[in-house]
């Protein structure tokens, strides 16, 4: 079964693009890969992504700049640079601008996968198994979801959509995401189905007292703020 993982990978050199796309769709990832960092840059502002996989050395400009742009807006979406850079000072240089994790080339692609799942996994990652947003916690495995102490009953398509906040919080996921991973090409979608699951959700967690709420971003989708306790 396919995961709903989505990834970005950058790298200009066409062989390599091909390798990387075609190993993490093997392990069961969405992918999408560029070639420019202005096409990254483009890709990010459209897309909801779970991670990036970002070479230095593109043509269009140094990766170490696209990744001090991305971390200067606040975005934390976790990135693994892939540099032929093996220089000590490279790599901290890299690590100390907001890369998460770092792979010299040449490299064995099993490393890469189990590196991008490891990233995937820290605590709000993508394949993280507990999310926490204030005093909201979701157990993704046991499906979970608990407000302090108490548990916190929700129907199927709203856990899911709170899965996907959480997943994200502070930055907004658009609703096109949401109908994407929530619905199959089979469903029949009605226009307002998203926006009714999100009134319920948001009911939900205001009467529990969630130190959490969802915003909603007029036109593009929806937002998860941590309240101050």
């Known amino acids: 079964m396919r995961s709903h993982v989505r990834l970005l990978v950058v790298e200009d050199e066409a062989r390599m693009a091909e390798i990387v796309r075609l190993a993490l769709q093997r392990s069961g990832f969405i992918v999408d890969a560029v070639s420019l960092c202005a096409d990254a840059r483009q890709a990010l502002s459209r897309s909801v992504y779970d991670a990036a996989i970002l070479d230095l050395g593109l043509p269009d400009g140094d990766g170490i700049k696209l990744l001090d742009e991305v971390r200067s807006r606040g975005d934390s979406i976790p990135i693994l640079v892939l540099t032929a850079r093996d220089a000590v000072e490279d790599r901290v240089h890299g690590l100390d601008t907001g890369a998460d994790d770092y792979l010299v080339k040449p490299f064995a692609m099993s490393e890469l996968i189990a590196r991008t799942k490891a990233l995937l996994r820290r605590p709000g990652g993508a394949l993280g198994r507990t999310l926490c947003a204030g005093n909201v916690s979701f157990d993704t495995i046991g499906r979970d979801v608990r407000v302090g102490d108490q548990s916190l009953v929700l ?75």
Do not use: C, F
Not at 179 to 195: F, Q, R, T, V, W
């Open 155 to 229: 129907p199927r398509r709203e856990a899911a959509i709170l899965e996907h906040l959480m997943r994200r919080v502070g930055r907004v996921v658009p609703k096109a995401v949401l109908e994407e991973k929530l619905y199959g090409m089979d469903d029949e979608l009605e226009s307002n189905a998203i926006p009714v699951h999100v009134h319920h959700l948001r009911r939900r967690l205001l009467d529990s007292k969630a130190q959490a709420e969802i915003h909603t971003v007029r036109g593009v989708g929806y937002l998860l703020v941590e309240l101050k306790a």
